[in-house]
């Protein structure tokens, strides 16, 4: 998708929460660094006040959880 798309925002939404799953089920740190990534950017397309945005902001809680979380078992 070009990146000057108005709603590239949301295809990169929706590519965060596959690479999270991915994430989840194979353990693979990679996925879960690229959903950061992936989920940060969707974030600075995002327009403010557009109704998906709430889901967004969720998605970047539960990513930084995870991180948390595997950051918590590596010491």
Known sequence: MPST???RWEWLMH???VLHCNYKHSGAVEELNEAISVCEEALSLCPPKYYLRPK???LQVRLAEAQSSLRASLL
């Open 5 to 7: 798309h108005p709603h």
């Open 15 to 17: 590519l965060a929460e």
């Open 56 to 58: 967004l902001l969720i």
